[in-house]
């Protein structure tokens, strides 16, 4: 699929390729810089753009980020936040989220959700294509070249689907994502503990929303992954939810209720539980209140500690089960790498320390460090370096459906990528021209509690007795941890044509759709944002010409050029009532005209006057 | 291994698909330096470099493994032409099966019976286990049966006889590993002298057999861990 380019900047295209961590509370752009990886920041100096994305349909707005999150209690209806939650899931997978968030699903959305927002229906994919766009616009002003490739980054333990979606996400934000790389490995990179020769090092990722844990072993440069295991939907978020239920319960039982369906007093307890988790990383006791409740409270870190420690205990499981694939014991990890947010959470940082029997490596900021080793991997995608090699693997085991609903794994979970599987397929009845296939990921044996990737229909078969066809089937996982699948007849050998229609997630008709769609939002924001700016400059411009106007013209001009700054005035102010930001423009550069002699005499007598008062001036001092 | 034979041991032939050189299956082409596709019989083996030996250095395994995944990973041609992209897509994918594959002692005995034209046994229990076998199997059906409705001391009793029969049956498992592993000498010295067929056929059936039993008893263990 061509990148339909969105050059709105005028910008030279650049060659870089920056590191991009969409991450589910904050996202961050980063990129190789002389003395290693550096995060993009903004004027205030923040890297992180919270992942938050506000939507106004009366007035067709659009905000990104900090302006977006101001809204979250002033308007929650409007905006979207943690949608790397919904990433390649359908509305069956959402039920209990949705019990948690104030989003309005749109009706159809068994396989890709759609939330309202006013009369408009965006996807996952889409609200997080608005924040790509606004880390690729901050890149791309920091070079001053428009961005157009970028890796990004995903949990390691993401499916197929969810990948694809983080892909396709890209795509509409106008980048050509080179790479979908794996978070824990990413912050590997970051961290290089390359002053060993050899070492196995153990990456603790716990996020907003998503829990990975990932094995490596670091020699001569490569990263080799022996196992990755995790929960998609453990982290941050969860912690927040449960301060959240503490509040709501403890206000219902003061008579306070509906609490949970006032969306203004949900954002409002959120916030405030938020602080009050970020607190208790750095005090033993702290405050909770809540703006316009009555409700205060003091929360000790040890009751903090009690309420989350099921989440905690959620984390070791797979890291019990990555380091017996791996074929490991605790005591054979030399490193432990800490990653996410939720590793400030000093009971976090106690129970991983006590897993592992080893002080866990917190030096790097745990909110950058996923987006650092991302630009190291852009960066040798760019062929900037050879030293370094990721071998990544695959988090979950592919396999097709057999008879009587069973799965056949085909690749096993943990196999490094690119891992590719071959079957043969034949008919089953005489003259049969189509054969089903249905692939799915997951652990378990029955198609049931697999997650179905897709199916399609080996097609043109020709007419044949039962069992004489021989059709094989390549899959391959590439490095993206993406499936692709071919097909070709052994009798002919021709090559199948496949149709894979993902059972979650968008088509390729769906996608060309939106790409135009959010070309006409990009035109739509320029449109907005030329007309703003061109609005502020008409402002000045007719200032300085009515103060010019009022005090020199009588003295300086002729009544005919006077008339003329006037009647230019007049139709500037005109334009400026309008929504055409060219007209503007125009008008600006025709009172410009207009005013350019009496502004030179204007100007003449300044420069006079200045220097006839620094003449008297210097007399004054002499 | 040096790099002169990882080159030289390739099972393919044809031309460069991009100079039009004459080539005999090696991973780049001898000309113009470009990467090449995989022909479609090239087995594990042969792919890295290797004769069909079953006792191999595992750690000159892994240095191959990471010197050849430094020429294949497609992160080294995201810039190359569409046909280079592919073609080091199929060597590192074959590369990673191929590793995967021949690291584990027991999965490169099966792909070599494999490549000899065996198909995958079917799982068979050993001779002198048969009685064992039906035993245990009613002792799985008993303690499913007790969890429902039985009391305590009942499933004590169901429990505990099988966690004796799974210490025997690991130690079976090992038994069989070792004679497994014993013919992999065998196998590599019938290769050496270059043996009659027959003589391959007796080593090779031997080691059917006994991946055959292998698996067999495998599943009777993950079967009892289940119910236990």
Known sequence: MPVIELSMSGLPQSGRVVGIDLGTTNSLVAFMGDDGPEAIRDESGNALVPSIVYYDDNEDRLLVGEEARDRLITEPRKAIYSVKRFMGKGSADIQEDLSLVPFQIAPDSEQVIGFQMGDRVFTPPEISAFILRDLRRRASKFFGEEVTQAVITVPAYFNDAQRQATKDAGHLAGLEVLRIVNEPTAASLAYGIDNRDEAIVAVYDLGGGTFDISILKLKDGIFEVLATNGDTHLGGDDIDNRLISLVLGELEQQGYSGGASDPAMFQGIRKSVIKTKHDLSECDTTQISIDGVEYERELARAEFESLIADLVERTLGPCKQALKDADLDPAQIDEVVMVGGSTRIPFVRKRVKELFKREPHIELNPDEVVALGAAIQADVLAGGRRDLLLLDVTPLSLGIETMGGVVAKIINRNSTIPASASEMFTTWVDNQTGIDVHVLQGEREMVADCRSLAKFTLKGIPPQPAGLPRIEVKFLIDANGILTVSARDHRTGQEHSIEVKPSYGLTDEQIEKMLLDSFEFAEEDLRKRQLVEARNEAETVMRAAEKALAEHATRLISEQERDGISRALDELRQAFGGEDYVLVREKIKALDDASHHLAEIIMDGAVLAALKDRKASEVAEG | ?228
């Open chain 2, 1 to 228: 291994m040096s790099e002169a034979v990882v080159n030289k041991a390739q099972a393919s032939s044809g031309s460069c698909s991009h100079c039009g050189a004459v080539l005999s299956g090696e991973h780049f082409c001898g000309t113009c330096n470009r990467i090449q596709p995989v022909a479609s019989q090239t087995d594990f083996f042969a792919f890295i470099g290797l004769p069909r030996r079953l006792r191999l250095d595992e750690l000159e395994l892994e240095k191959t493994f990471y010197a050849l995944s430094r020429q294949f990973h497609p992160d080294y041609f995201m810039s190359a032409s569409e046909a280079e992209r592919q073609a080091s897509m199929e060597r590192s994918s074959m590369l990673n099966d191929a590793y995967r594959t021949l690291r584990d002692r027991v999965a490169r005995a099966q792909y070599l019976l494999s490549l000899e034209g065996y198909k995958e046994a079917e799982k068979k229990a050993p001779p002198d286990l048969l009685e064992e076998v039906f035993e245990l199997n009613m002792q799985i059906e008993e303690l499913k049966a007790a969890r429902k409705m039985a009391g305590e001391d009942e499933i004590a009793d169901v429990v505990a006889a099988l966690e004796t029969a799974l210490a025997g049956l690991r130690t079976k498992l090992a038994e069989i590993d070792e004679r497994l592993f014993a013919q992999f000498d065998q196998w590599d010295s019938v290769l050496e002298n270059d043996s009659a067929a027959t003589e391959k056929k007796i080593v090779l059936d031997r080691m059917s057999e006994l991946l055959s039993h292998r698996a067999y008893i495998r599943n009777l263990v993950r079967d009892i861990t289940e119910v236990l």
